[in-house]
């Protein structure tokens, strides 16, 4: 006579649970791998990569944007670059400028709204920036526009900024909050 061997019914069961298990193992990194695999079918050969090069020639870009701000705020101011940065370094602010210059203040704000304007149509379109953070940013140009005119700078400011976008030195944390428009301003810094 046979009797059954009482392992046999228990190694059916493992070797059907072992079985689930992989295959769920399966399942589950096939719905993690199949995302991934159809967003890089979507990504067009056009797509940009960041390289350095290419991180080096956007730094660039943005500079000279920023140098080319600073000469059209001297031209509106009557000044050149040199004598703007030199009086803003002795201690003056750029009402102050305007001022000595005879220099009507509405034409630097009316200047600083539609370059602050122009950067943030500029972020909007490279998709850098929604439209509803974009309307954020434009709901803070007027008070911007009122601190940077006024903003004196301090001993130990290089330029405007203080330690290349890492904020005020020894400064708290809610100095840092907030959106900072680079016309010579880091980070926090009101210019």
């Given at each position: 006579?046979?009797?059954?061997?009482?392992?046999?019914?228990?190694?059916?069961?493992?070797?059907?649970?072992?079985?689930?298990?992989?295959?769920?193992?399966?399942?589950?990194?096939?719905?993690?791998v199949a995302?991934?695999?159809?967003?890089?079918?979507?990504?067009?050969?056009?797509?940009?990569?960041?390289?350095?090069?290419?991180?080096?020639s956007d730094?660039?870009?943005?500079?000279?944007?920023?140098?080319?701000?600073?000469?059209?705020?001297?031209?509106?101011?009557?000044?050149?670059?040199?004598?703007?940065?030199?009086?803003?370094?002795?201690?003056?602010?750029?009402?102050?400028?305007?001022?000595?210059?005879?220099?009507?203040?509405?034409?630097?704000?009316?200047?600083?709204?539609?370059?602050?304007?122009?950067?943030?149509?500029?972020?909007?379109?490279?998709?850098?920036?929604?439209?509803?953070?974009?309307?954020?940013?434009?709901?803070?140009?007027?008070?911007?526009?009122?601190?940077?005119?006024?903003?004196?700078?301090?001993?130990?400011?290089?330029?405007?900024?203080?330690?290349?976008?890492?904020?005020?030195?020894?400064?708290?944390?809610?100095?840092?909050?907030?959106?900072?428009?680079?016309?010579?301003?880091?980070?926090?810094?009101?210019?």
């Amino acid at each position: 006579m046979n009797t059954p061997n009482p392992q046999t019914p228990n190694r059916k069961i493992g070797r059907r649970i072992a079985a689930g298990v992989v295959g769920l193992a399966a399942l589950g990194a096939s719905a993690l791998v199949a995302p991934s695999l159809a967003s890089a079918q979507e990504a067009t050969p056009d797509a940009e990569v960041t390289t350095p090069d290419t991180q080096s020639s956007d730094r660039e870009e943005r500079r000279e944007a920023r140098q080319e701000r600073k000469a059209a705020l001297a031209e509106a101011l009557g000044t050149t670059s040199e004598d703007l940065r030199e009086s803003l370094g002795n201690g003056e602010s750029i009402a102050n400028v305007a001022a000595a210059n005879g220099v009507d203040i509405g034409t630097v704000t009316d200047l600083f709204e539609a370059q602050m304007n122009d950067k943030i149509d500029a972020k909007v379109e490279a998709g850098r920036l929604t439209a509803e953070e974009a309307d954020e940013r434009r709901a803070m140009i007027e008070e911007k526009i009122e601190e940077k005119i006024n903003r004196v700078r301090t001993e130990g400011d290089r330029d405007g900024r203080r330690g290349h976008r890492h904020g005020p030195r020894g400064g708290d944390a809610d100095a840092t909050a907030g959106v900072a428009f680079n016309f010579g301003a880091g980070a926090g810094q009101s210019a």
